[in-house]
């Protein structure tokens, strides 16, 4: 996978200005790779011990081969952008830190949080966000920390969503040797976020596909407390569309049955995460659904500061997102030659 924008040997020895972003995803690489062509010093930091953001810790290696990845990240560093990963910033390094080091900043950190189901039960053991089951799975399977850190999730999985994170929650349930995986959906698959072909090799897997369902609470086990041990389910029916133009799931009344489980994987949305530091958000302005407010020129609230990636837009693609980085980074670096004026606000 390609990230560098121009020929290794057409890269400039000279640095005009320096960019750090923080974030190292489809985004973040995007922007890097136009960046260091430009002319610019360039470091990127992550919180993973690798760079690639979800490209390397939550797509599975079937639709996104690692080794790819990896290669243009190489490229990259050969091209002359630092990384620096296994750092937390707002926790580890300052934001507001970076932004007084840098002539400017990137932010691209993502979504990186599961939205959670607030029912009954939603606390019992067992029951997990999935994008977070995922990452901690990836980091144990390519050598990072050791497997038995990441909880077993027994005989018995029903995974909620109907997205990528979703989809791949499966993906992983299997992988990890779970015989039974129920993947539910309020929806049906036409409707999904990950498309019908994602569901059908599901269940060319095995997977017990259950659309128009949706839980209402968790079961906790008679004969350990604290414990899921099934999950009760209502059926749904289709109305008029909702604020997305899809159509709204309406349950049925005494529709209800139960699937018995051990474990939960819920992946119904990502939340932004913005590597704020605590108890300030640095004068950037957060959108109602917590994605980072920029103008059309990627500029964030504060001076200095541009975001991109799903941060910015929320929960997309790799396309997007890569779109994202590449198109913010010709206004950093307009901002950085002096030709990207003023500011929004200000
Ligand atoms: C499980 C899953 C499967 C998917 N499958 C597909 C697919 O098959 N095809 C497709 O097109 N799209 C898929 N997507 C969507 C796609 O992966 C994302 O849209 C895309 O990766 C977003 O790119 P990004 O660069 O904005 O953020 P990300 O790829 O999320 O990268 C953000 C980076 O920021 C870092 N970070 C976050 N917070 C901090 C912090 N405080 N300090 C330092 N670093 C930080 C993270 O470690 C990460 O490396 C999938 C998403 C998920 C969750």
Redesign the pocket.
């Known amino acids: 996978m390609r990230f560098l924008g121009c020929r290794l040997e057409d890269v400039p020895v000279a640095r005009r200005g320096s960019v750090v972003i923080?974030?190292?995803?489809?985004?973040?690489l995007g922007a890097a790779g136009r960046l260091v062509c430009r002319g610019h010093e360039v470091v990127v930091?992550?919180?993973?011990p690798e760079p690639?953001?979800?490209?390397i810790f939550?797509?599975p290696e079937f639709?996104?081969p690692k080794d790819r990845v990896r290669a243009g990240v190489a490229e990259l560093r050969e091209a002359g952008v630092e990384f620096k990963t296994g750092?937390?910033?707002?926790k580890d390094v300052s934001l507001e830190n970076l932004i007084r080091e840098f002539d400017a900043v990137l932010i691209?950190?993502?979504?990186?949080e599961t939205r959670r189901l607030r029912i009954p039960g939603a606390e019992l053991e067992g029951v997990y966000g999935a994008?977070e089951y995922?990452v901690n799975y990836f980091l144990a399977k390519y050598g990072y920390r050791p497997l038995e850190s990441v909880p077993p999730l027994g005989e018995r999985s029903v995974v909620v969503g109907g997205g990528?994170?979703a989809v791949?929650a499966c993906h992983v349930a299997l992988e990890r040797g779970v015989r039974e995986v129920h993947l539910v959906y309020r929806r049906t698959r036409r409707e999904a976020p990950a498309g019908p072909e994602e569901f059908k090799r599901l269940e060319e897997r095995g997977v017990v596909v259950h659309e128009l369902v949706s839980p209402k609470r968790y079961i906790e086990c008679s004969g350990r407390r604290g414990r899921v041990c099934g999950v009760e389910l209502i059926r749904m029916e289709l109305g008029e569309p909702d604020e997305t133009g899809r159509p709204r799931p309406i349950p049925v009344p005494g529709s209800e049955f139960i699937l018995e489980t051990d474990s939960v994987l819920e992946a119904v949305g990502?939340r932004p995460?913005p590597?704020f530091d605590p108890g300030t958000d640095h004068g950037i302005r957060l959108n109602r659904d917590g994605t980072i407010w920029t103008d059309e020129f990627f500029r964030t609230s504060r001076r200095k500061v541009f975001a991109a990636?799903?941060?910015r837009h929320g929960?997309?693609?790799?396309?997007p997102?890569l779109k994202s980085?590449i198109d913010a980074s010709q206004w950093i670096h307009k901002y950085l030659v002096g030709e990207l004026k003023g500011w929004p606000g200000l």
């Not at 923080?22 to 973040?28: K, T």
């Not at 691209?108 to 990186?112: D, F």
């Open positions: 923080i974030g190292a995803g489809p985004a973040g930091v992550d919180k993973m690639g953001g979800l490209l939550g797509i639709r996104i750092i937390v910033v707002g691209a950190t993502g979504t990186w994008l995922i990528y994170t791949d990502l995460t590597p990636g799903d941060v929960p997309s693609k790799i396309g997102a980085g």
